[in-house]
């Protein structure tokens, strides 16, 4: 239900802005020589290479890659991602894709998730969710990590994939729960760091919620697949960082260290965290 408010939200609003002010305002469309099915499968190609599609751990390779690995690594996946997508996000950036200031949760991710919804089977849908996911998401805090660039993942891109974790949310079936990835750890995540990324302590919640369902599930397999007991350590070690997160947010209703690179006015409590060595996950601002 509240997805359909929000469409005829977004419709009516677009009507009116068209109408009143009709230089201000263009519907989100997508070029489709750039997204497409090749770009879906090719996000996927390049973010699990090395990862064996039935692996419910990601190998030390990988998570290299991936999360804290040698410098030298990083820069490398780093152009890998520059010279593959560099293009796909340059498409959608502020100057030709306009995202309003306040707008719900559905409507920055529109185009999109019409493109996940489009899809011809379950399966498909669930290969576009992730896709997406990861480009808007992820491929940004590879390209984009300097203060002067870390408002394009903030501001812009941050929203689109968080629509679409939110929406993927309320989908029946809902795509992270396909057979395909349901008990694979190192795809299923990717789908819920949206949440983790929002200042909206909501989305935390059901972070936390998601997660504890999965390791239900996986502790059920445990007696009879070594490999899920893994998985679960590698769960809990995402929710340790979720808590560090939401103690954050509980605290001081945003990310500090976001402040200065979004121009934002930091609070006494915030310059005494930060100065103290507060949590800044690795970036700039």
């Known amino acids: 239900m509240q997805m359909l408010i929000d469409i005829a939200l977004y419709?009516?609003?677009?009507?009116?802005?068209?109408?009143?002010?009709?230089?201000?305002?263009?519907?989100?469309?997508?070029?489709?020589?750039?997204?497409?099915?090749?770009?879906?499968?090719?996000?996927?190609?390049?973010?699990?290479?090395?990862?064996?599609?039935?692996a419910k751990v990601a190998p030390s390779a990988v998570n290299d890659r991936w999360f804290q690995g040698p410098p030298e690594i990083k820069r490398a996946f780093d152009e890998k991602c520059r010279q593959e997508f560099s293009h796909s996000l340059e498409a959608v950036n502020p100057q030709n894709y306009s995202i309003l200031a306040n707008e719900s949760s559905f409507r920055p991710a529109a185009p999109f998730i019409n493109e996940i919804n489009s899809a011809d089977d379950d399966g498909e849908k669930t290969r576009r969710t992730l896709s997406l996911i990861l480009l808007f998401d992820q491929m940004p805090r590879n390209l984009y990590r300097t203060m002067e660039t870390l408002p394009l993942v903030y501001n812009q891109y941050d929203p689109i994939a968080?629509?679409?974790?939110?929406?993927?949310?309320?989908?029946?079936?809902?795509?992270?729960?396909?057979?395909?990835?349901?008990?694979?750890?190192?795809?299923?995540?990717?789908?819920?760091?949206?949440l983790m990324h929002s200042e909206d302590i909501a989305d935390h919640n059901s972070f936390i919620q998601i997660h504890n369902e999965l390791k239900t599930e996986l502790l059920a397999m445990a007696d009879k697949d070594p490999a899920a007991k893994e998985a679960v350590t590698s769960i809990q070690e995402n929710e340790k960082y979720e808590r560090i997160h939401y103690e954050i947010l509980e605290k001081f209703g945003r990310y500090p260290h976001r402040n200065s690179c979004l121009g934002r006015e930091s609070t006494k409590e915030e310059k005494e965290y930060l100065e103290k060595g507060g949590m800044t996950f690795g970036v700039q601002g």
Request: proline share 10%.
């Open 11 to 54: 419709l009516c609003e677009a009507l009116i802005i068209t109408l009143c002010f009709p230089m201000a305002f263009r519907p989100h469309t997508l070029n489709r020589t750039i997204f497409n099915p090749s770009l879906y499968n090719r996000v996927l190609d390049v973010w699990f290479e090395g990862l064996p599609r039935d």
């Open 162 to 194: 968080l629509g679409i974790a939110r929406h993927m949310l309320t989908m029946k079936p809902r795509p992270d729960l396909h057979e395909s990835v349901r008990h694979m750890q190192p795809w299923r995540m990717w789908f819920y760091l949206p």
